[in-house]
Structure formats: structure tokens, C-alpha cells
Nanobody, 127 residues
Framework: VQLQASGGGLVQAGGSLSLSCVVS????????VGWYRQAPGKEREQVAI???????TYADSVKGRFTASRDTAKNTVGLQMNSLKPEDTAVYYC??????????????????????WGKGTQVTVSS
């Protein structure tokens, strides 16, 4: 399984960025694609999870500002980030979760539940 994330960058507070993750080689056992982020000195945290059922969950800190989406034809999951804040600064990763069991995790799906990871992309929000 390979994941390729792109779209990070530097933006001023209040601005927007869009991330994209292309997933390849996962086969039929892929049940979740997630966005996670990790700021310096902090634990990796969930941002949004897109499940194969169509369910999308968000961390409370990004609800109303971030929107995740999927394009199954292109094997791509996107993350539109609006109203960015300095505290959104982090390296953003996409990851996939394998196995139907992961759908039951819902909003509690942690980075420990994910199986494959892409290289991160830096998002920096200046104040």
C-alpha cells in the first residue's frame, strides 16, 4: 500500500489550504482513510476519518472548519482546511485502516488503529 500526500504549505491565520492523499495498492480490505497531524512535542492526533461506509468523523478542534472528502474513482481523499489557526500548524499525515472492524471505531479511531502511513506534509499557519 502506498499513500502520497500533497498540498501543505504556509498560510496566514484565517486562510485556507487543501490537502490530497492518493492511495494505491490497498485492495478491497481498505475500510478507512484518515488524516492525522503531529505538532512538535505533541502526540499524533486524529483530524478526520473517511470510512468506506461513507461516514466521515472529525476531531472537535476542526469541526466546522475542515472538510474531508473522497473520490473513489481516483482513489483520493482530500482535506479542505478553512479558517486556519496557528494551532493547526503541524505535519499532516494520511493513513489507511484495514479490516472491517475499524468501521466500528468511528470517531475514536486513533493512529494506533491505522496500518499504513504516507509521508507527512507540513502545514504552517502564521499569526
Amino acid at each position: 500500500v502506498q499513500l502520497q500526500a500533497s498540498g501543505g504549505g504556509l498560510v496566514q491565520a484565517g486562510g485556507s489550504l487543501s490537502l490530497s492523499c492518493v492511495v494505491s495498492g490497498s485492495g478491497p480490505n481498505l475500510f478507512a482513510v484518515g488524516w492525522y497531524r503531529q505538532a512538535p512535542g505533541k502526540e499524533r492526533e486524529q483530524v478526520a476519518i473517511v470510512y468506506s461506509t461513507g461516514l466521515i468523523t472529525y476531531a472537535d478542534s476542526v469541526k466546522g472548519r475542515f472538510t474531508a472528502s473522497r473520490d473513489t474513482a481516483k482513489n483520493t481523499v482530500g482535506l479542505q482546511m478553512n479558517s486556519l489557526k496557528p494551532e493547526d500548524t503541524a505535519v499532516y499525515y494520511c493513513a489507511v485502516g484495514m479490516g472491517e472492524w475499524i468501521v466500528g471505531r468511528g470517531p475514536k479511531c486513533s493512529h494506533h488503529d491505522m496500518t499504513y502511513w504516507g509521508k507527512g506534509t507540513q502545514v504552517t499557519v502564521s499569526s
